[in-house]
């Protein structure tokens, strides 16, 4: 008798989380989400293409690649 019992209640357990877990799903609501509108402002500057002139100091032996 006690394994009916406690079977016929776990069954109604389950069933009650189901319907419970079922409701609160259709209940649940999406928030809409909210943009903020913001302006960025962005500073430019022009800029003129010329050479610019290469220094490289450098010291020691050298010994060619290809001999």
Known sequence: MRK???SVLGLLLIAAA???SKSMIDN???PKP???KTIKTV???NVTNKEIPIVI???GNLVAKIK
């Open 4 to 6: 009916i019992i406690l």
């Open 18 to 20: 189901l319907l419970l």
């Open 28 to 30: 649940k609501q999406k």
């Open 34 to 36: 909210r943009y903020s």
């Open 43 to 45: 500073f430019v500057e």
């Open 57 to 59: 100091k450098a010291s």
